[in-house]
Nanobody
Framework: QVQLVESGGGLVQAGGSLRLSCEAS????????WGWFRQAPGKEREFVAA????????YYVDSVKGRFTISKDNAKNTVYLEMNSLKPEDTAVYFC??????????????????WGQGTQVTVSS
């Protein structure tokens, strides 16, 4: 089992920055595929970013490319989502997710085996 706990959300003005953290516990993490998703009120959960187990390959939804960066620190069992140039449309609950057996669909919520509880990000205009 893997337990995931997100933190770092909050209220920020448009153009500002936040860094989300997702601390994992329960097993080793060097070969886990990671993802960040978000869900705005009344909308479906949306893929945001993913990170391959080696830490070399990253994937982003087009709307955040150039603004968000996913990374991890294996020693701290933590995955990060650095968010810059935030926009009101980035407002959502952000979830981190872990996949113990990557099947190639990083953009699909069904790919992931474990989820955090979510952290709220609100961007004011």
């Amino acid at each position: 089992q893997v337990q995931l706990v997100e933190s770092g959300g909050g209220l920020v003005q448009a153009g500002g920055s936040l860094r989300l953290s997702c601390e994992a516990s329960g097993r080793t993490f060097s070969n886990i595929f990671w993802g960040w998703f978000r869900q705005a009120p009344g909308k479906e959960r949306e893929f945001v970013a993913a990170l391959g187990w080696s830490g070399e390959r990253t994937y982003y939804v087009d709307s955040v490319k150039g603004r968000f960066t996913i990374s991890k620190d294996n020693a701290k069992n933590t995955v990060y989502l650095e968010m810059n140039s935030l926009k009101p449309e980035d407002t959502a609950v952000y979830f981190c997710a872990a996949d113990k057996n990557y099947r190639g669909t990083y953009y699909s919520a069904d790919e992931y085996d474990y989820w955090g509880q979510g952290t709220q990000v609100t961007v004011s205009s």
